[in-house]
């Protein structure tokens, strides 16, 4: 006997809209100062308690928002209202061995002044 696989479109179906609905539900929202870090290549950012020791050198919290390409990640920095201390912020991220630049993200930046 034969049975039917009707079900098989309709799983496949609802894998890709919990796949897609993932990817537009990450972390894009930022309520501080995004900045853009290129690693040295190799680092791992998902390793954990990465990003705790990025955020106690950085001296303020960095939330890791996603990867953007080859080394580059795009991180938000909880300034806490002191946006005048960013300029020491990526001064003491430029200073780790592990990271070849850090920089403001002007691109979402000058999105959000329009």
Same mark, same amino acid.
């Given at each position: 006997m034969m049975t039917s696989n009707?079900?098989?479109p309709l799983l496949l179906i609802a894998l890709l809209l919990n796949a897609c609905t993932a990817t537009a539900t990450q972390n894009t929202v930022c309520n501080g100062q995004r900045v853009t870090i290129h690693f040295v290549p190799g680092i791992n950012v998902e390793?954990?308690?990465?990003?705790?020791g990025l955020s106690r050198d950085a001296g303020?919290?960095?939330?890791?928002? =996603?990867p953007l390409f080859d080394d580059y990640h795009l991180y938000?920095? =909880?300034l806490g209202g002191q946006a005048?201390?960013?300029?020491?912020v990526l001064e =003491?991220?430029?200073g780790r061995p592990d990271i070849r630049t850090v920089e403001i993200d002007r691109i979402n930046s000058l999105q959000g002044k329009e």
């Amino acid at each position: 006997m034969m049975t039917s696989n009707w079900h098989i479109p309709l799983l496949l179906i609802a894998l890709l809209l919990n796949a897609c609905t993932a990817t537009a539900t990450q972390n894009t929202v930022c309520n501080g100062q995004r900045v853009t870090i290129h690693f040295v290549p190799g680092i791992n950012v998902e390793h954990p308690g990465f990003n705790a020791g990025l955020s106690r050198d950085a001296g303020v919290p960095l939330d890791h928002m =996603r990867p953007l390409f080859d080394d580059y990640h795009l991180y938000c920095a =909880r300034l806490g209202g002191q946006a005048s201390m960013l300029d020491e912020v990526l001064e =003491r991220l430029q200073g780790r061995p592990d990271i070849r630049t850090v920089e403001i993200d002007r691109i979402n930046s000058l999105q959000g002044k329009e």
